[in-house]
């Protein structure tokens, strides 16, 4: 039986419309417009059309979109003095730094700079520490828009059997509390694990987090599991250039219960998940 398609642009677009509704009485009831500030530090093609689309998406919702574009030789101490800037901005409410930074910063030192409260990437120690002890946090979008889709899927996820492949602080250890927050038993794969093949093969929940173009073939998938896919990955095929996701999607669609496609799967939950995460700092920080 072919899978399932969990379809992530519609249930994307569900979540946008939600938050303009919440964004709407915000303004209606209190006269508060959510703000994100996005921070792009030189000119990476793929962080510029990421950090485009979430502004676009920011001002579609209704919310204030402000961009930073910085110099790739942007000194940290610039880059830290525009962080504090914003962190005392009181019409900033989410603040979000590219990554990958340029090689002469330290990325953990800039995100652990910016505010807790505003840190709707959910990357500052204390939101990675929240997250891991099972307090109210800021949560990875990716992680989230995950999560979301899996309890729509599943509606319980209580008790299933969870692999996450792949060990990034992004993705895959962030899903991983995710998941045992909603009481899967977890394993977390990543490229040293042994037999990995007949580990995902005990997997109710895969979610593929490794950056590896079709890493994971069908005959790894359980029978009606269900495959999440975070992958995001160009390859050239039969002379085109094409999105693939970590999984091979056509033999994996042929065992699994439901999978993500790539592209329209987790990619568009993603910037979703960062629109509603900054109206959550928003009401949080206005009470
Ligand atoms: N680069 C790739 N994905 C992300 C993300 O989710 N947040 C930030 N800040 N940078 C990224």
Do not use: C, F, S, Y
């Given at each position: 039986m072919a899978a399932q398609i969990i379809d992530g642009k519609a249930f994307a677009a569900t979540v946008r419309e939600k938050v303009a509704g919440h964004v709407a009485r915000l303004k209606e009831e209190h006269n508060i417009t959510p703000g994100l500030a996005v921070v792009l530090v030189g000119e990476d093609p793929a962080s510029q059309v990421y950090v485009r689309s979430k502004g676009k998406q920011t001002v579609e919702v209704g919310m204030n979109s402000v961009e930073h574009k910085l110099d790739v030789d942007t000194s940290e101490a610039d880059l830290l003095a525009l962080v504090d800037q914003l962190n005392n901005d009181?019409?900033?409410?989410g603040i979000l730094v590219q990554l990958?930074?340029?090689?002469?910063?330290?990325e953990d030192l800039v995100i652990n700079s910016i505010s807790p409260a505003k840190d709707v990437d959910g990357f500052h120690i204390s939101n990675v520490g929240l997250l891991s002890t099972g307090q109210k946090s800021m949560v990875p979008c990716t992680p989230l828009g995950c999560l979301m889709m899996l309890r729509d899927h599943h509606g319980s996820l209580s008790g299933m059997n969870a692999v996450v492949v792949g060990r990034s602080n992004i993705v895959g250890k962030p899903m991983a509390q995710l998941l045992l927050g909603d009481s899967c038993t977890v394993t977390i794969a990543h490229s040293r694990t042994k037999d990995l093949p007949d580990v995902v093969r005990r997997a109710d929940i895969v979610v593929a987090a490794?950056?590896?173009?079709?890493?994971?073939?069908?005959?790894w998938i359980k029978e009606g599991a269900t495959v999440i896919d975070v992958g995001i990955n160009r390859i050239e095929r039969d002379g085109k250039n094409v999105l693939v996701g970590d999984v091979d999607f056509a033999s994996a669609s042929e065992r699994a219960g439901a999978i993500t496609p790539v592209p329209g799967g987790v990619g568009p939950m993603t910037i979703a998940c960062l629109l509603a995460n900054t109206v959550t700092a928003c009401c949080r920080a206005n009470g």
């Open positions: 009181p019409a900033i409410h990958p930074l340029p090689k002469h910063l330290d490794v950056g590896r173009p079709e890493m994971v073939p069908g005959d």
